[in-house]
């Protein structure tokens, strides 16, 4: 074997606090050799960002480096100052962060900033720099790069712009590239064509790829190498396969079991058990406030019929010049009593429009929802009233959608109030009882949002869901910013509501083997229209239409999965 | 974003007429005029026919309405006090009151801007921390302290620079300056100061959030990643980013430094349009009033017009989508 391009020996990082010396991450030794492309995964804040951080010198003050070293080819280079540190940037490790939408700045062309790049660590004159800059836009397959070197990073589409950060952090042919989430906030095709070129690129160029994710689709189907953290320590590196077929350490063996499997169904997901404890649900106390025998008289507790929505794209003084973009277009489906119904598709699919149009976030422009039997869309004030309170949403971003100056008592009790459900002396207990059945700590309602992880988050936000003892449930990607564990317990959660409540769900998810494991039915949406709706066994046996096929060729395999 | 600037005017026209009514309805709070123009020897016909004469016996809505129809025209009418047409009056004053409203803006921009991205840069230095400390005097003080203080430290006691008045100036026949001559120069210095020091502490805390902010950005980690050097990063990839929100506040500072002169005119008896205000209001001057307060809306309104235009020149995102 050649010798390792990267080389981390014993790497330790130390945050001062008031409470003493934090270490984030501790005792990590790793090696990357030349065209390999090594996974490291693990919780967040297990130390996988702040490790690569510490490697290329950006670490924040006051956190630094107190222990190890690393040496890149060769050379160590923990103890090199400030400014030589700055020129291995960029020029001998690329780096690619999680978000394209941010990782440009949007006030300068692509062309601008690629230039500015090759120019600075190769001294290149500036039309061989372009030269440069245009080949490289070819090569991570940007059409038309002479023409695109010229526009602003906005005038890209997500994945575009993640192949222009992948150009910048490639421009001066580093040895070692550290992509850290460089997929997560990219839909699943664009997410497999990204990787693909990370794997061609680190063939064809030899460079050692260090590849930070939560993922286990994208450390199956890409990585060579996987190195496990869990709070700050390294429990176990291996081969991909061997990490995944036959982990040895017990966090490990958690982890992979709670991995959602796109081929088979489970009744409850497996818990991350290692250093978590498991709590028990009273969901049967819960159970006593939900009238179950309140069942639609159709059988079909909402139905939905050629809804349409559009929206202004370009304003303009004349109507002729005005440009409208349709984010719905005719779709109809129905959702019977006591099921989970699925609805997949890329971002921009018209999902989440369809999500807001049922919750009468948004006014519909023509079509009709019908919710047990009754048209909501000719609905006076009071049966619109009495309408929101059977259906309660959760979002996607549990930071943003919980106001963070409110007690967590009052964000609960808030729809109780505001529906008038109970007596004032009865809220207080019932906001109690709430807060306990999904989970969470007795003094919980006492506390600000922001004491609270993202799970424990999403976890007030389903309590603050289940206050109006709705009947429907909107689910809006409840998971995606969460990491596999988390996901394995809120999943369970709802599944329990389910099945105890009697809840209906509309499940909204760009994440194929969740959807596979939560739904009875999916439908599969694409520019706004519905394409295809099947019962899920048969719809990932027997998909119909050719883009649902595309979706599931597109979902990781797993194959190694043990 | 044709349709988005001839938008924008018709916005301009209705706030000009709404400010221009509001304007004329209080102007019969300030004081009758008549009092002031016939003397003691009056008799109640004089009154009455002078009254009629000026049209001040008609309800203040036609009064407005007449108003408008002249002052399209170029018309402003003419000073009950001086006699001479208004537009020749303000025509008269304005170069005083907009030249030192430009050496104070250029000041509070300049330094204003200069000294937002020090205290951004090395933040929590002693420096850093001394200049914004300091600053707070500069909010804290009212406008009219700060120049008697200015006046009696530079003037009375070091004799240095003039306290009232613009110095020598040059005629050049459409507008007299005091950029030619030296005591014109040197007596811009203190009223400047005076005018533009509160817009000046401003934009630097203005400029200096916002920049904090943009160096909190992930375009800025990624830039370091790339390992571009810490002036680069600052001067050319986090300014032009700090600039966009901090030029809103900016245009309409320089409105309020046009306004507000009014203040720092009377303390430094600069012979310009603020001071003929305040004789106008004592005077119950109408039509130098009116006009004076269509004129600096005109102003406010052209430079937040220019504000939003200049934007879709700095943010490229907004060209497309506006």
């Known amino acids: 074997m050649t010798d390792p391009v990267l080389s981390i020996r014993n790497l330790t990082v130390e945050i001062p606090t008031r409470h ?99 120019q600075l660590h190769l001294g290149l004159a500036a039309s061989e720099a372009r030269k440069r800059a245009i080949a490289l836009l070819d090569r991570v397959s940007i059409p038309d790069p002479a023409d695109r070197f010229n526009q602003y990073p906005h005038q890209f589409s997500g994945g575009m712009r993640q192949r222009v950060v992948i150009a910048l952090a490639l421009c001066t042919e580093p040895s070692v590239l550290i992509a850290d989430e460089p997929t997560t906030a990219l839909d699943v095709s664009v997410q497999a064509q990204v990787l693909d070129l990370i794997k061609e690129l680190a063939k064809e160029r030899q460079v050692g790829v260090i590849l930070v994710t939560h993922d286990m689709g994208v450390i199956a189907d890409t990585t060579d190498t996987v190195t496990v953290m869990y709070s700050g320590h390294v429990v176990e590196s291996g081969t991909t396969d061997q990490i995944l077929g036959a982990p040895t350490h017990d966090y490990t063996k958690s982890l992979i079991a709670a991995v959602p499997r796109p081929h088979t169904k489970v009744e409850r ?94 006014p519909l422009d023509s079509g009709r929802v019908i919710f047990d039997g009754e048209d909501v869309t000719a609905m006076g004030t009071d049966a619109l009233q009495a309408y929101r309170r059977q259906i ?59 004491e609270f992880s993202g799970g424990q988050r999403q976890r007030i936000c389903i309590a603050r869901a289940l206050a109006t003892q709705p009947r429907f449930l909107i689910c809006d990607e409840p998971t995606s910013a969460l990491d596999v564990s988390i996901q394995a317990q809120i999943l369970n959660i709802l599944k329990d509501l389910q099945d105890h409540l009697g809840l209906t769900m509309l499940f909204i998810s760009h994440d194929l083997p969740v ?48 | 974003m044709l349709s ?30 008549i009092d002031n123009m016939l003397g003691q020897e009056r008799t109640m016909e004089d009154v009455e026919r002078l009254r009629g004469q000026l049209g001040l016996d008609q309800p203040f809505p036609v009064q407005y309405v007449k108003f408008l129809q002249e002052a399209v025209q170029g018309n402003f009418g003419v000073s009950f006090r001086q006699g001479r047409p208004v537009a020749e009056i303000l025509a008269e004053r304005a170069p005083a009151t907009l030249e030192l409203a430009m050496v104070s803006a250029v000041f509070a921009i300049v330094l204003g801007i200069a000294l937002g991205v020090f205290t951004a840069i090395r933040r929590g230095g002693f420096a850093a921390n001394f200049i914004m400390s300091a600053s707070l005097i500069g909010v804290s003080l009212p406008t009219f302290l700060i120049g008697i203080l200015l006046i009696y430290i530079f003037s009375v006691e070091l004799g240095w620079l003039p306290s009232f008045g613009r110095g020598e100036v040059v005629d050049l026949g459409w507008w007299n300056t005091g950029f030619l001559t030296a005591s014109g120069l040197k007596a811009l210095i203190l009223p400047s100061i005076t005018l533009g020091l509160y817009q000046m502490t401003l934009i630097m805390r203005l400029v200096r959030s916002e920049m904090l902010e943009v160096l909190r950005q992930d375009y800025i980690r990624f830039a370091r990643a790339r390992g571009l050097s810490d002036r ?27 306004a507000f002169a009014i203040i720092t005119e009377t303390v430094f008896q600069w012979p310009g349009l603020g001071l003929l205000f305040i004789n106008a209001i004592q005077f119950v001057d109408i ?19 220019a504000v939003d235009i200049l934007y879709a020149f700095i943010d490229p995102r907004l060209r497309v989508s506006a």
């Not at chain 1, 699925?342 to 919750?359: C, D, P, W």
């Not at chain 1, 963070?404 to 459900?421: N, T, Y």
């Not at chain 1, 979706?551 to 194959?559: A, F, G, I, W």
């Not at chain 2, 680069?232 to 309409?252: D, E, Q, S």
């Open chain 2, 4 to 33: 988005y600037i001839i938008r924008r005017v018709a916005q301009s026209a209705l706030v000009l007429f709404v400010v221009g009514l509001v304007a004329f309805s209080m102007f019969r709070f300030v004081g009758d005029p």
């Open chain 1, 20 to 118: 003493g010396i934090f270490k984030p991450v501790e005792h990590v030794t790793y090696d990357l050799h030349p065209g390999e492309i090594r996974g490291v995964v693990g919780e967040s804040g297990a130390g996988k960002s702040m490790t690569g951080n510490a490697v290329i010198g950006l670490l924040d003050p006051p956190a630094h480096v107190s222990e190890g070293e690393v040496w890149l080819n060769g050379r160590r280079i923990d103890e090199l100052d400030a400014e030589d540190k700055r020129r291995i940037r960029g020029k001998e490790i690329g780096m690619i962060f999680q978000d394209p939408l941010t990782s440009l700045n949007p006030l300068f062309t692509v062309g601008e900033q690629l230039v500015e790049t090759i």
């Open chain 1, 515 to 562: 959807v596979r494991q939560m739904c009875d039915r999916v439908g599969v949406m694409r520019q706004g229209k519905l394409v295809e709706v099947q019962e899920t066994d048969s719809l990932f046996a027997t998909p119909e239409h050719p883009y649902t096929r595309e979706l599931l060729d597109l979902m990781p395999r797993l194959k190694q999965l043990a």
């Open chain 1, 269 to 362: 997901f497996p818990m991350v058990s290692y250093g978590e404890r498991e709590r028990t649900f009273k969901i049967d106390d819960l159970a006593a406030h939900w009238d179950k025998t309140n069942l639609s008289k159709t059988g079909k507790l909402l139905e939905v019929e050629n809804i349409t929505k559009t929206f202004l794209q370009k304003g303009g003084l004349l109507p002729s010049q005005r440009q409208y973009f349709t984010a719905v277009d005719q779709v109809s489906f129905d959702i019977r009593d006591g099921e989970v119904f699925g609805l997949v598709g890329e971002s921009g699919s018209g999902k989440s429009t369809v999500a807001r149009m049922i919750g009468t976030l948004y």
């Open chain 2, 287 to 305: 039509p130098v009033m009116a006009a004076y307060l269509m004129m600096i809306s005109v102003i406010f309104v052209t430079i937040n017009l």
């Open chain 2, 232 to 258: 680069t990063i600052n001067f050319r990839h986090a300014l032009k980013n700090t600039m966009v929100p901090v030029i809103t506040i900016i245009g309409l500072q320089l409105g309020a430094i046009i």
């Open chain 1, 392 to 450: 309660q949403m959760i979002f996607q971003d549990p930071f943003s959608s919980l106001n963070p100056r409110m007690r967590v008592g009052d964000l609960v009790a808030e729809p109780i109030h505001h529906h008038q459900i109970l007596s004032k002396a009865q809220i207080g207990p019932r906001v109690r009882e709430l807060l306990d059945w999904v989970g969470l700590a007795k003094d919980a309602w006492r506390k600000y949002p922001h």
